[in-house]
């Protein structure tokens, strides 16, 4: 369960508000980064992510309207939320990197048997 603090980030971090984004949603969302990453910056970032794309998926079902002198553009909501999304997906991989232990392989040979020093009598 996501902390007060922490869901009134995520929902400043996405540009939304308690309406669009709900505590019982923001919750969720807090629980799926928890089972996937352990690391606070990982999991902040892995759930602003989850949001976006969830914000997507509902936006991609809007629709422009236009009647007369008015007109709303929710299709730009969309273009918006896709242009956000590499920005947190960046700052994921970072997070990532910087949580994780070693940064490179290592390289070793592997250990053989020795061989048998063999004596024959003389």
Same mark, same amino acid.
Do not use: H, K, N
């Given at each position: 369960m996501a902390t007060e603090s922490q869901r009134a980030r995520l929902r400043s971090d996405i540009?939304? %508000?308690?309406?669009? !984004?709900? %505590? #019982? +949603? /923001? +919750?969720?969302? *807090? @629980?799926?980064?928890?089972?996937? *990453? @352990? %690391?606070? #910056?990982?999991? +902040?970032? *892995? /759930?602003r992510v989850v949001a976006i794309r969830r914000l997507m998926a509902s936006a991609a079902r809007e629709t422009d309207y236009s009647a007369g002198e008015s007109s709303e553009k929710a299709s730009q909501v969309?273009?918006?939320?896709? /242009?956000?999304?590499?920005?947190?997906? #960046? /700052? !994921?991989n970072d997070a990532v990197l910087a949580a994780s232990t070693s940064g490179a392989a290592r390289f070793g040979?592997?250990?053989r048997k020795p061989k048998r020093i063999r004596e024959y009598p003389g």
């Open positions: 540009g939304t %508000d308690e309406t669009s !984004l709900p %505590d #019982a +949603d /923001a +919750d969720a969302i *807090y @629980t799926e980064a928890g089972e996937r *990453y @352990t %690391d606070a #910056a990982s999991i +902040d970032a *892995y /759930a969309f273009a918006q939320l896709r /242009a956000l999304l590499p920005v947190w997906e #960046a /700052a !994921l040979g592997m250990r």
